[in-house]
């Protein structure tokens, strides 16, 4: 029964659709990839497909000997908003390869955070609400993968990377030491200051939990996308 159901869902028709082996496929998966952002804002729900707005992470911890910072609860707004500025897909009938780049004036990371340690050499213990806005990103997605046969040939992801390059990151951190207000102030100014020395110890593993979530997302729609 469940097979049978799955077999019967499929995306909705205005959703595009590119033959793979077409020698201008780029330009075709270039539109293809900004029409999906577009349409996933609201999810796809013809195949239980959610929503991007916000883009769900999962928690992550960080420990560097010094301090412990954890995130949880993490929404990522405006990924639906990205534009896409090129695709480069080298595709075969048994495996394919490619890259896709998206720009994002400005994203949005809501969060629970708490923090213990030494950080920007200063001693923090803490927690509460957290925002982290990326300004004017560049975001590279490389992606390997190859075709199954599951109620018909598809593609499957099975390595996505990605690499998040802002120009600019706006720390705004409640509660940063319990119950001081005006330090909190000016740890956040001190932090913005040094957004990129921040973002050095966060990258690797936003990067993983975004790749974790893209590479989820794809593959469901990619196994209603007929090879």
Request: net charge negative.
């Amino acid at each position: 029964v469940i097979a049978s159901a799955a077999a019967s869902q499929k995306l909705p028709d205005n959703f595009k659709i590119c033959n793979h082996f077409e020698p201008t496929v780029n330009e075709c998966l270039k539109d293809a990839v900004q029409s999906a952002l577009i349409q996933l804002k609201d999810g796809i729900p013809e195949i239980n497909e959610p929503p991007i707005e916000p883009l769900k992470l999962e928690n992550m911890t960080l420990s560097n000997g010094q301090s412990v910072l954890s995130f949880g609860n993490i929404q990522i707004y405006n990924v639906y908003k990205g534009v896409v500025q090129e695709v480069n897909a080298q595709i075969t009938h048994e495996n394919f390869e490619g890259s896709i780049v998206v720009t994002a004036e400005e994203l949005v990371g809501k969060m629970q955070y708490s923090v213990s340690g030494v950080v920007l050499m200063i001693k923090l213990h803490g927690g509460g609400k957290g925002v982290i806005t990326f300004k004017d990103t560049t975001i590279r997605v490389n992606v390997k993968g190859d075709v199954v046969n599951n109620n018909g040939e598809h593609f499957r992801f099975t390595n996505l990377t990605t690499k998040v390059t802002p120009s600019k990151i706006v720390y705004d951190f409640e509660n940063i030491i319990d119950e001081q207000e005006q330090l909190n102030s000016e740890i956040n100014q001190l932090f913005n200051e040094n957004w990129d020395v921040l973002f050095k110890e966060l990258q690797p593993e936003f990067e993983q939990i975004i790749s974790n979530v893209f590479i989820e997302h794809s593959n469901n729609i990619l196994q209603y996308v007929p090879l």
